[in-house]
């Protein structure tokens, strides 16, 4: 007796890296992602990308950015396919949705809230388990503004590329618009990272909203090696320093 076809936990990691498994797929690929290497390096090439097409379209394009930035007709219709190829569970158009989301938005960008679902799911999406185990692995350091009051963490980890970098931020009110700069020993710049502040803030830990009271958490990239570097500068757009972190 032939034995029934099992079904291809590769193919899931685009899917699983854009939160769109079911409860059941979920717990059996992260079953299967504990047992495999090639999944898990796939995990973390996906990491370093803006996977959260839904935030990103809430959030973006600003008349500063709208050049650099996909137009909203194409994130909307990318938005669709996850949708369709969600109800349809088809796995292999999940992971082509996935790798057009890599190359049409592009760099070394995803951040996260680690809350629940809007929508009345309290579980955290899974990449912000993720990255936030990212964070946890990593070389850490902290620092609270005695100003700003604004807290801030980094965790680093060397690649052969540079250094890969996951923010954690709290107790920082919007809107604002933000960057996260890497300084070298030598005083050069790179930015890391941007990402957009609501309102309601993150980590505020009196907030009357469940969501707002959750840290962020963003992941990004520097070429500068892990040795090199001297400090990170969290700051508005428009140039207001809101933490600085020495490493």
């Known amino acids: 007796m032939i034995p029934p076809t099992q079904p291809d936990r590769h193919s899931d990691v685009g899917a699983y890296a854009l939160?769109?498994?079911?409860a059941a797929d979920t717990e059996r690929f992260e079953a299967h992602l504990?047992?495999?290497?090639?999944?898990?390096?796939?995990?973390?090439e996906l990491m370093g990308l803006p996977p959260l097409l839904a935030e990103f379209k809430e959030s973006a394009p600003?008349?500063?950015?709208?050049?650099?930035?996909?137009?909203?007709?194409?994130?909307?219709?990318l938005l669709g396919e996850v949708a369709a190829a969600r109800r349809a569970r088809g796995r292999r158009r999940l992971s082509l949705v996935a790798a057009a989301?890599?190359?049409?938005?592009g760099g070394p960008l995803a951040a996260v809230a680690l809350t629940a679902d809007r929508s009345g799911d309290d579980r955290p999406p899974p990449l912000a388990n993720a990255v936030r185990?990212?964070?946890?692995?990593?070389?850490?350091?902290a620092a609270v503004d005695p100003v700003t009051k604004v807290s801030a963490g980094v965790s680093m980890a060397p690649k052969t590329w540079g250094t890969q970098v996951v923010l954690q931020l709290a107790n920082v009110k919007g809107p604002l618009t933000c960057d996260l700069v890497a300084?070298?020993?030598?005083?050069?710049?790179?930015?890391?990272?941007?990402w957009a502040v609501p309102e309601g803030g993150y980590g505020i830990k009196d907030s009357d909203v469940k969501w707002n009271r959750e840290p962020l958490y963003a992941t990004g990239g520097a070429a500068l090696?892990?040795?090199?570097?001297?400090r990170f500068e969290i700051r508005t757009l428009e140039g207001k320093r809101l933490a600085t972190v020495e490493v």
């Not at 504990?34 to 973390?44: I, M, S, V």
């Open 19 to 22: 939160g769109v498994l079911d």
């Open 34 to 44: 504990a047992g495999c290497d090639r999944c898990a390096a796939a995990l973390e």
């Open 62 to 77: 600003t008349p500063e950015t709208v050049t650099a930035a996909p137009g909203r007709g194409l994130l909307d219709g």
């Open 101 to 105: 989301a890599v190359l049409i938005v």
């Open 133 to 141: 185990a990212q964070f946890d692995q990593g070389e850490k350091a």
């Open 183 to 194: 300084v070298g020993k030598d005083g050069r710049r790179e930015t890391v990272t941007t």
């Open 225 to 230: 090696n892990r040795g090199d570097i001297d």
